[in-house]
């Protein structure tokens, strides 16, 4: 089993204790009137579909707080792609805490699965650029989400607000232009020691320009994002003036796209010569990956 990053393992604890009392609060009544105290079951994780398993790891700190006695194994293990119909696990133990603790494991690894999944789509159809994953994740998640991306083979981006510069164009506005708003950086950057990669958003060609020559007379931007530059028209993607800005760029700085990103139009994005691409919709439009647990009573 691989082990939980260290993202997961600080923020997990107090994640499964308010989900666990949300689901659950008093008392599972439907299980405590119809199954017998003493019952006792084993459950089996199977796939129902195509896709990247991801969040075992985290099912089995679901069942270890509800009942410490229970047994998780698998056959798999986090990122591995599995095909439909795939058993790869099982949860031994009391059957009144197997089904206590089977929502909230089978949301959490539904969840990444679905990610994990998609992640591993868009990354192949988008070599040899890289996916890159984004700040919309589901409030509280950030460490599962983000978690999961890596799991299917894309990369995460900033983690949050502290950890990279990203200017975009809220703050582009605030500071009075592009050109402003990178010479104030470097102000701030230098007064507080401040040693974190730095990225600047564009999106015309003009504000290109203006990036590239601020990189030119010596300011530190590390990669530009160039936004919603490719538009869908009737006769199909059009990625013209993506490309034309890849050739203004001419190698200054890394390059990264964004908006109208999915896995059907990451490909023709890839081919304009960009370094990076940024999905928000590998987090923000999850479709879950079908996991069932089916539970069969022990042989007594």
Not at 86 to 102: D, K, M, N
Not at 231 to 244: A, K, Y
Not at 253 to 280: C, H, K, R, W, Y
Request: with cysteine; charged share 25%; glycine share 8%.
């Amino acid at each position: 089993m691989l082990p939980l990053p260290d993202s997961v393992a600080e923020t997990l604890p107090d994640l499964l204790a308010r989900a666990l009392a949300e689901d659950v609060g008093p008392g599972d009544v439907t299980t405590e009137a119809t199954i017998p105290e003493a019952t006792r079951a084993t459950a089996r994780f199977l796939l129902k579909e195509d896709g990247v398993v991801a969040g075992l790891a985290v099912a089995e700190r679901v069942f270890a707080v509800v009942d410490p006695d229970l047994v998780v194994s698998w056959t798999a293990e986090d990122g591995d792609p599995l095909s439909a119909g795939t058993t790869f696990g099982t949860v031994e133990g009391r059957a009144r805490s197997i089904l206590v603790g089977e929502r909230l494991a089978l949301n959490l690894m539904q969840r990444m699965g679905g990610i994990a999944t998609a992640a591993a789509r868009m990354a192949e159809a988008a070599r040899p650029a890289t996916v890159l994953d984004t700040r919309k994740t589901a409030p509280g998640l950030r460490a599962l989400d983000k978690w999961a991306v890596a799991l299917g083979g894309a990369r995460n981006h900033r983690v949050g607000l502290y950890d990279m510069v990203l200017v975009k164009d809220n703050h582009i506005a605030a500071a009075g232009g592009i050109r402003e708003a990178i010479d104030a950086v470097s102000r701030y950057a230098e007064a507080h020691a401040l040693d974190v990669p730095v990225e600047v958003e564009a999106r015309t060609l003009d504000e290109v320009d203006a990036v590239v020559d601020a990189v030119v007379c010596g300011a530190r931007v590390d990669r530009i994002l160039l936004d919603n530059m490719v538009r869908q028209t009737e006769s199909g993607l059009d990625t013209s003036m993506l490309e034309e800005a890849v050739r203004h760029v001419n190698g200054t700085m890394q390059t990264e796209a964004s908006g109208n990103v999915t896995l059907a139009t990451v490909g023709p994005i890839a081919a304009t010569g960009v370094d990076f691409i940024s999905s928000g919709a590998l987090t923000h439009s999850v479709r879950a990956l079908d996991v069932s647990l089916k539970v069969g009573l022990e042989a007594s």
